[in-house]
């Protein structure tokens, strides 16, 4: 495994982590349209870092995913848990994908950040 390998899975399990700290606070939160818009931002923030740190098409597939994807409910909260979860799960299915298959040779993927 590679050095840039490994930075994009640390970087993920990073993700996977601080998702895992927040959640309970989001979906207990006393504003859920509140939450809701922080969970927002949160997402586009890493949708964002996915494309320096793990590889643009990466972020292009995640973006849609959860930037372009609305979860239809009648409570605001288990829509957000919905949410969460979904993101949870593809972070974990990326992490899977990459610790089996690596990343894909890019030339744009090179970012000594970690």
């Given amino acids: 495994m590679n050095n840039q390998t490994r930075q994009a899975l640390a970087f993920l399990a ?8 927040i959640q309970p ?8 349209v509140l939450a809701k818009e922080q969970f ?12 320096e740190h793990v590889d643009p098409a990466y972020q292009r597939r995640l973006s849609k995913d959860w ?14 848990s919905d949410d969460i979860e979904m993101c949870l ?11 089996t298959q690596g990343l894909p040779a890019s030339d744009s993927a090179e970012s000594p950040s970690a």
């Avoid at 927002?40 to 494309?51: E, P, S």
């Avoid at 930037?67 to 957000?80: K, P």
């Avoid at 972070?91 to 610790?99: C, G, N, R, V, W």
């Fill in 89 to 99: 799960r593809h972070l974990y299915a990326l992490s899977k994908e990459i610790e």
């Fill in 67 to 80: 930037l372009e994807t609305t979860f239809a409910g009648a409570d605001m909260y288990d829509e957000l």
């Fill in 25 to 32: 606070h989001l979906v207990q939160a006393v504003n859920a």
């Fill in 40 to 51: 927002a931002k949160w997402k586009k923030q890493v949708v964002h870092q996915l494309g």
């Fill in 14 to 21: 990073k993700q996977i982590q601080e998702l895992k700290i």
